[in-house]
């Protein structure tokens, strides 16, 4: 099925360790987006990439890292996760900023 | 700066009772308008966006939105809510001008529809 798969779907982290969380399109879409979702704080933005080789800090970039491999697909990188990274994240994609975005189905992160 | 404020956390109401969503934007320059809805454990689907033109946005699921330029609102309406409407509801705007092109949203309504 044709949409934005995010893996993994589940993950338990200790304080320091780091983690990839990978998320690839098939709709050829050229921006793609990482939020995170907080109870009571809806969706946050952490980086973007507005089309192939660019990123960009959202809004809530510190402790984080990406990288937009190509057009397809766009990994968002914790170095040293800290409890404050408990969160659900979600990978999003967009044709252009008429469309509104495509989401996967989230990566629910608890940080111990 | 955009910034989107969603003025009830928690909405219920019964089946088969009218509700609405209320949803106020604040932006210095004109924005796309956008209301997402999150079932339990699944990620945001899209509902109905605005653009331009008519003010009364048709959506998915039989919801409604109305576009309130000199009140900044951009409101989620439905006729009569089922079982099935219980979920998030979220709503979004993006600025046209910008090269982010990303959306900035509110902090989430949670409509249960009770028995």
């Known amino acids: 099925n044709a949409g934005v798969t995010q893996t993994p779907k589940f993950q338990v982290l200790k304080t320091g360790q780091s983690m990839t969380l990978q998320c690839a399109q098939d709709?050829?879409?050229?921006?793609m987006y990482w939020y995170r979702q907080d109870p009571g704080m809806g969706l946050r933005l952490i980086y973007y990439?507005?089309?192939?080789?660019?990123?960009d800090k959202g809004e809530v970039p510190n402790g984080y890292n990406v990288s937009r491999l190509n057009k397809r697909e766009f990994s968002l990188r914790l170095e040293s996760a800290a409890p404050s990274q408990t969160s659900v994240y979600f990978c999003?994609?967009?044709?252009?900023?008429?469309?509104?975005?495509?989401f996967g189905s989230g990566t629910r992160l608890t940080v111990v | 700066a955009q910034s989107v404020t969603q003025l009830d956390s928690q909405v219920p109401v019964f089946e088969e009772a009218p509700v609405e969503l209320r949803c106020n934007y604040s932006?210095?320059?004109?924005?796309?308008l956008f209301w997402y809805v999150q079932y339990p454990n699944q990620g945001l689907q899209l509902l109905l966006k605005?653009?331009?033109?008519?003010?009364l946005v048709k959506g998915i699921n039989g919801f409604e939105a109305e576009f309130n330029k000199s009140q900044t609102s951009f409101h989620l309406r439905k006729p009569s809510v089922h079982i099935s409407d219980t979920a998030e509801y979220f709503c979004?705007?993006?600025?046209?001008?910008?090269?982010?092109?990303?959306?900035?949203f509110g902090s989430g309504t949670q409509l249960t529809v009770l028995p």
């Open positions: 999003a994609s967009s044709s252009g900023q008429t469309y509104g975005y495509t």
């Open positions: 709709m050829n879409h050229n921006s």
């Open positions: 990439s507005a089309s192939e080789g660019t990123t």
């Open positions: 932006s210095s320059v004109s924005v796309y």
């Open positions: 605005y653009l331009s033109g008519s003010t």
């Open positions: 979004a705007v993006s600025d046209p001008s910008g090269s982010a092109r990303q959306l900035t």
